[in-house]
Nanobody
Framework: QVQLVESGGGLVQPGGSLRLSCAAS????????MGWFRRAPGKQRERELV?????????HYHNSGKGRFTISRDNAKNTVYLQMNSLKPEDTAVYYC???????????WGQGTQVTVSS
């Protein structure tokens, strides 16, 4: 089993910044991809990929976050980070960390952390 613990969410004004962290622990084995999804208010059936990063450091971003968000990972700590700058009200959502780990690869999810962008 793998546990993911997220931190760093909160309330921030438009234009502000937040840094999300997600640490993986447990019977991790080899971690492949790590990343973040989000679910906006009123869109309980829609989950949007925010950013993902491979084990070698290659990254991918949703268009909405390009130029504003930066994903990184510390393989020694089994931790993934999401630096979010120039936040907008439409970034308000619950952000979920995920990882693909083990062999065969299995998806694991965090419990979610709330990000609210409001004045």
């Amino acid at each position: 089993q793998v546990q993911l613990v997220e931190s760093g969410g909160g309330l921030v004004q438009p234009g502000g910044s937040l840094r999300l962290s997600c640490a993986a622990s447990g019977s991790i084995g080899s971690i492949n991809a790590m990343g973040w999804f989000r679910r906006a208010p009123g869109k309980q059936r829609e989950r949007e990929l925010v950013a993902a990063i491979g084990s070698g450091g290659s990254s991918h971003y949703h268009n909405s976050g390009k130029g504003r968000f930066t994903i990184s990972r510390d393989n020694a700590k089994n931790t993934v980070y999401l630096q979010m700058n120039s936040l907008k009200p439409e970034d308000t959502a619950v952000y979920y960390c995920y990882t693909v780990a083990g062999a065969p690869p299995i998806d694991y999810w965090g419990q979610g952390t709330q990000v609210t962008v409001s004045s």
